[in-house]
């Protein structure tokens, strides 16, 4: 079973060379600091900045320079600062090649829900509708399961949706899972996890072809 | 050249209401106009409906407006750091429009630019289309959405000259740029307000036409909300 | 009778405190000569300046600062650069607050044409439409009759139009004419010009309300 | 970093082929993608659809290609510099859109930014808007323009980086931003191409994102269309 880090550390295995890559608040955070040095990458944050690099050194924070998450941060060589809507010119516009974000509840026609619980929670979307609206490559990254053990990978989202039919994998404390043809697909297990357990923290549909590899992490 | 600026945060808020419709840059506390708020609670203008990404935390940014419950309606995309906010909206006393934050940023800049409304994909098929008009192009469905009206924008930039014009510092630009010139009365507050001449022309973000007041800002106090750092190796 | 010189001269004086103005092509362009010099006023050009200034002096024209007639100019203090999409919001968003052009057709409503002469002559509308369609100060700078000795200040335009009911006033080289419900209104008469001899030069239907003042310039 | 950088305009226009759309940034003849424009001279692309403010004037700019009769549409706002333009159009030889230019500017930016179409009040009520869509919003009449399609989109900056991040100088600005990113491949010439890094953040007209290619540009004639002065007095 994975911890945050061992999603994150999967979920960089995704990021391509040559790919601009928004990241969301939580786990998703977390692969920036995993993708090969030998990969060239840029990090795209919606409240205006790309070519995000790591967190300053203390005394060294700048108020005018955070992540969408309104952390401090750096910059890399190469980085550029905009506005919020053109920030979204590039989220809208396809410009950005992969997103991965955090999710509440994950259905296999690819709906995702994680910006409200009615009654309960109710933060806001913030940039989240407008990434996976657009983006054509999104990874979730999320536990398999709640706190009560439910399945989080479902046939149907039972939370306001933030997208429709969006999603195209998901990455989980137990599973890769792939987003198609209204199914999930399970590609690679989490090292030390079983097909059967998997089967079991699923609710939606489970498509398993032949040998199912671990995870290389 | 024409001249905007103004004295002071009184002369600059000349003529703000209980029951407009303020919008105020920002992105959580980075690059919110503080001189302004600061005003408008002494102001005690109630009522009022704030568009706004955030609604800053419980003491500071537009917090100081919903302790004082002068705020009627929020028009934000993420609020979720201000337990006053959660109380006040949860009890019905605060009414609230979440607006994905693409959609927030370009109804800024429809309002700007002359644009009566626009097509976004974003928040098709979930609640946020509920009630509004939808649309296929290509094969993709979008949602109509209208540009806002405000009666002010409050924006907060780096430096400004006299005739207005901006230049906004790091992330603290976000929606300041979309905003100016999307109300009636654009006011523009800065780090450092210098004459006319000495910001080059080709670096400027906003021009001063979208900005109908500018003053010399004071005493940012720019909290930071996630203070996160590494270690030194 | 007014030459071209004189139409700007007379125009200028519409120009008020605290004004953005756009001048189009020909005797609009004159008009920032005539503008006093106690006036604050700040002239747009669509391809994406503001803040324009005098021609530039021999030797110091830069083939990159031109204007939208692409005459070499110089800039102000306070201007600045911009695209061509934010120069439009600046047009399209109503923050010019005069439009100054000039036509071969006006019509008693308001309707513009100064694009197109069917056969002809096309150059294409350029910046005219987006300007006439916004701006809610249009003044038109124009000769009152062609070569033909024909009038220009028409019942109907019979070119193909830029805009329709935008235009708010006229300057020509005879008068000046205020564009309301359907009809002409004289102001004034240009130096020496006879109130009849407006009126055998004006197609459209021309309102005289009293004496008719000659201008002041 | 991404590396956008090719070694010439070569390998930066590597995959135009006739038939396809093309973008050129430019206004006149000010901060016009020179380099790119030689080169579709030589690779004798033809049956081209251009996408341009204007359309150069006979000996320089786009008016290279329409005497090779590269040209098969152009899509412009103002094409009055060009003799042979003309004859071309009233022969019939070629095929003119003529579009506000405000109109033209958006349609790039709208493919840019992923909005489907938007609706502007210019051209309503003329030919401009004969067979297209209308609407009213609030009293005003607005018409439907979709965002433009193109194959490449060449663009002329002064500075750019090998991320392909983009400072524009001075009028050369014009479309070229507006043109980034709104083709599926989007080349960058410039005057000077320097090392990542030495641009500085918060100066960028243009982020590397929306940039493929990036080229040093050669021998830059920078004609003058209207060489205007006025006397030292």
New interface residues.
């Given amino acids: 079973m994975l911890d945050k880090n061992g999603i994150a550390k999967r979920i960089a295995q995704e990021v391509q060379n040559g790919f601009y890559v928004n990241l969301g608040i939580g786990i998703p955070t977390l692969v920036a600091n995993y993708v090969r040095e030998d990969i060239e990458v840029e990090f795209q944050?919606?409240?205006?900045?790309l070519g995000m690099g790591?967190?300053?050194?203390?005394?060294?924070?700048?108020?005018?320079?955070?992540?969408?998450?309104?952390?401090?941060?750096t910059t890399l060589p190469g980085a550029s600062?905009?506005?919020?809507?053109m920030?979204?010119s590039m989220?809208?516009g396809k410009h950005i090649h992969l997103t991965i974000l955090g999710a509440m509840e994950v259905a296999e026609n690819g709906d995702i829900a994680n910006w409200k619980i009615p009654?309960k929670m109710?933060?806001?979307?913030?940039?989240?509708?407008?990434l996976v609206?657009?983006a054509e490559n999104i990874i979730v990254a999320m536990m398999h399961t709640n706190k009560r053990g439910e399945s989080k990978i479902l046939k149907q989202c039972s939370l306001?949706?933030?997208?429709?039919?969006c999603v195209t994998k998901v990455v989980t404390n137990l599973a890769v899972l792939e987003v198609k043809n209204n199914t999930f697909h399970l590609l690679e297990r989490a090292p030390g996890v079983s097909v059967e357990e998997i089967k079991k923290a699923t609710e939606g549909t489970l498509i398993i072809n032949g040998e199912i590899p671990e995870m290389l992490i | 050249?024409?001249?905007k600026k103004v004295n002071n945060v009184q002369e600059a808020l000349k003529g703000v209401k209980s029951g407009m419709t303020l919008m105020l840059g920002g992105?959580?506390?980075?690059?919110i106009p503080e001189n302004a708020i600061a005003e408008l609670v002494k102001l005690e203008v109630r009522d009022v409906t704030c568009i706004s990404?955030n609604a800053g935390i419980d003491d500071f940014g537009l917090g100081l407006l919903l302790q004082k419950k002068q705020i009627k309606k929020m028009i934000?995309?993420?609020?979720?750091?201000n337990d006053e906010f959660?109380r006040q909206?949860?009890s019905g006393e605060l009414e609230?429009e979440?607006t994905?934050?693409?959609?927030?940023?370009?109804k800024?800049?429809a309002?700007?630019?002359?644009?009566?409304?626009?097509?976004?994909?974003?928040?098709?098929?979930?609640?946020?289309s509920e009630g509004k008009e939808t649309r296929e192009?290509?094969g993709?469905m979008?949602v109509l959405e209208?540009a806002f009206k405000a009666d002010f924008a409050f924006v907060k930039a780096?430096k400004g000259?006299?005739?207005g014009?901006l230049?906004?510092?790091?992330?603290?630009?976000?929606?300041?740029?979309?905003m100016c010139?999307a109300a009636t009365i654009t006011v523009a507050e800065v780090e450092e307000l210098v004459p006319?001449?000495e910001l080059a022309?080709?670096?400027?973000?906003i021009?001063?036409?979208?900005i109908q007041r500018i003053f010399q800002g004071e005493n940012y106090e720019?909290?930071?909300?996630?203070?996160?750092?590494?270690?030194?190796s």
């Fill in positions: 944050s919606e409240n205006g900045v790591p967190f300053p050194f203390e005394g060294e924070e700048d108020a005018d320079i955070i992540n969408a998450g309104k952390q401090t941060i600062f905009f506005d919020s809507s920030s979204f989220i809208r009654g109710v933060k806001g979307m913030g940039g989240a509708m407008d609206a657009s306001p949706l933030t997208g429709v039919g | 050249m024409i001249h992105f959580g506390l980075c690059g990404n934000s995309s993420y609020v979720g750091e959660e909206m949860l609230v979440l994905p934050q693409g959609t927030l940023a370009e800024c800049r309002a700007q630019a002359g644009f009566p409304a626009f097509y976004t994909p974003a928040g098709y098929g979930t609640e946020v192009f290509e993709k979008y209208p780096w000259d006299t005739a014009n230049i906004f510092k790091g992330t603290a630009r976000n929606f300041n740029p979309n010139g006319v001449g022309p080709n670096t400027i973000h021009p001063g036409v979208f720019k909290k930071i909300e996630q203070r996160t750092v590494r270690q030194r």
